[in-house]
């Protein structure tokens, strides 16, 4: 399981980040907002771009987050390129993978 996960927020918002989780709290970090684009395309764009997010990251208390899932290794690859580490893992031939994500950042 990788560390990348995607939480949801109760306002709605949908965040792929780097994920630890805490008896009360999650913390996040290199956050990006998952944006529908339409025609089943989806644009990842910063987190609060204009504020200053210290390098150890943004906590939540718990009971502001909806749920917490892991997303599929084409998603933590194109999130790893535009907002992570700039690695990418090679597909292990998962099923349940969504082939023709398409991404818009």
């Known amino acids: 399981?990788?560390?990348?996960?995607?939480?949801r927020?109760?306002?709605g918002e949908e965040i792929i980040a780097k994920c630890k989780e805490n008896k009360d709290s999650v913390v996040l970090k290199?956050?990006?907002?998952?944006i529908p684009a339409g025609q089943g395309r989806i644009?990842?764009?910063p987190f609060l771009p204009y504020?200053?997010?210290?390098?150890?990251?943004?906590?939540f208390n718990k009971k502001h987050v909806?749920?917490?899932?892991d997303p599929v290794s084409e998603?933590?690859?194109?999130y790893n390129t535009a907002f992570g580490s700039g690695?990418?893992?090679?597909d292990s031939g998962v099923v349940g993978a969504v082939p023709d994500l398409k991404l818009t950042t």
């Open 66 to 69: 909806m749920f917490i899932v």
């Open 1 to 7: 399981m990788s560390e990348i996960k995607i939480v």
């Open 75 to 78: 998603f933590i690859n194109e």
């Open 87 to 90: 690695l990418v893992v090679p």
């Open 30 to 34: 290199k956050m990006a907002i998952i």
């Open 43 to 45: 644009g990842l764009s």
């Open 51 to 59: 504020c200053d997010i210290p390098d150890e990251g943004m906590t």
């Open 9 to 11: 927020l109760q306002t």
